[in-house]
């Protein structure tokens, strides 16, 4: 992840901004201006760690937003070389210690946290149900439901769990879905135009809800599946189809699918599973800041 790009700096400037972390009534008015401390940043809980990136660069926009001083004096955040994004912690474990200016650090812990709490569920959930299917061929794919201006973000959390991404936006990849076929005249109808007229290494992938939506797709050229809302019986079935008469082209599963059940589609044969909760679900992981002033 390039936490210095335009987009992600942009979106931790926001969140600076929206916290009016430079204007913290209550720790200009009773925090020496002078003082320094050290924060510790604590797992609570066993996690996936995502975000820690992020921490310094947070202090370095907030150094460019606030002219004061106190803003513009040297920090360093520490970390032990076997910390970093995609790493599995135990709980009580210190992730990395920033060693500021105390008002600096009061007035950035919110956001800080709030970044790291959310990116990191999304990797620790992410982890859990690349685990699930341990063993198979399948792999686990996020989805675009993601919170709107974070999806780079939430994207990279998946890949520190393990997962896999799907396509970034919609002009990542064809997927003709069941409204784009009802509204463009049919299976048969929209595929014929999709090949036509397509970007070159443009991949067309059709959703397919029973065997002969299956059958017209794979006859009407499409070179990737996307088994819709089906359970896993009916997924193996088509899999079995595909097998059977050699027509294997990738085949992913969507819909419907939890950490009970995710194991069952990736013993049908699929080659992907979408997972909208990995996004759209996860819980903050339970992540702490504790801060000490520095002794001189």
Same mark, same amino acid.
């Given at each position: ?10 979106l931790l400037e926001q969140a600076l901004v929206e916290d009016q972390a430079m204007s913290d009534s209550t720790t200009n008015l009773i925090i020496d201006p002078n003082l320094r401390a050290a924060a510790s940043i604590v797992a609570r809980e066993e996690l996936v ?63 800080? &946290?709030?970044?790291?709490?959310? *990116?990191? #569920?999304?990797? @620790?959930?992410? $982890?859990?149900?690349?685990? %699930? ?19 780079? &973000?939430?994207?990279?959390?998946? *890949?520190? #769990?393990?997962? @896999?991404?799907? $396509?970034?936006?919609?002009? %990542? ?12 005249g049919g299976l048969p109808a929209v595929l014929v135009r999709a090949i036509e007229r397509r970007k070159p290494g443009q991949r067309i992938e059709v959703e397919v809800r029973n065997e002969r939506e299956l059958e017209e797709s794979l006859a009407g050229g499409a ?74």
């Amino acid at each position: 992840m390039d936490w210095k790009s335009s987009r992600i700096d942009a979106l931790l400037e926001q969140a600076l901004v929206e916290d009016q972390a430079m204007s913290d009534s209550t720790t200009n008015l009773i925090i020496d201006p002078n003082l320094r401390a050290a924060a510790s940043i604590v797992a609570r809980e066993e996690l996936v760690i995502c975000g820690l990136g992020a921490v310094p660069r947070f202090l370095e926009i907030f150094a460019r937003l606030d002219l004061r001083p106190q803003a513009q004096t040297r920090f360093e955040v520490i970390s032990h070389p076997e910390i970093f994004d995609g790493v599995r912690v135990r709980a009580g474990q210190v992730l990395a210690v920033i060693r500021h200016n105390a008002r600096v650090l009061l007035s950035c812990e919110r956001v800080i &946290l709030n970044l790291l709490q959310h *990116l990191s #569920g999304i990797a @620790t959930l992410t $982890r859990h149900y690349v685990d %699930s299917i341990s063993g198979t061929r399948a792999h686990v794919l996020d989805t675009r439901k993601t919170v709107p201006g974070m999806r780079a &973000l939430e994207k990279y959390a998946v *890949l520190c #769990g393990g997962g @896999t991404n799907h $396509r970034l936006d919609l002009a %990542s990849g064809i997927l003709i879905k069941n409204n784009h076929i009802s509204l463009g005249g049919g299976l048969p109808a929209v595929l014929v135009r999709a090949i036509e007229r397509r970007k070159p290494g443009q991949r067309i992938e059709v959703e397919v809800r029973n065997e002969r939506e299956l059958e017209e797709s794979l006859a009407g050229g499409a070179e990737a599946i996307l088994l819709g809302d089906m359970e896993p019986r009916q997924a193996k079935n088509c899999v079995e189809r595909m097998k059977k008469e050699q027509r294997w082209i990738p085949v992913e599963a969507s819909g419907g699918i939890v950490l009970e059940n995710i194991r069952e589609y990736a013993k049908a044969g699929v080659d992907f599973i979408s997972v909208g909760a990995l996004t759209q679900s996860a819980k903050a992981a339970d992540i702490s800041m504790s801060i000490d002033a520095e002794t001189r």
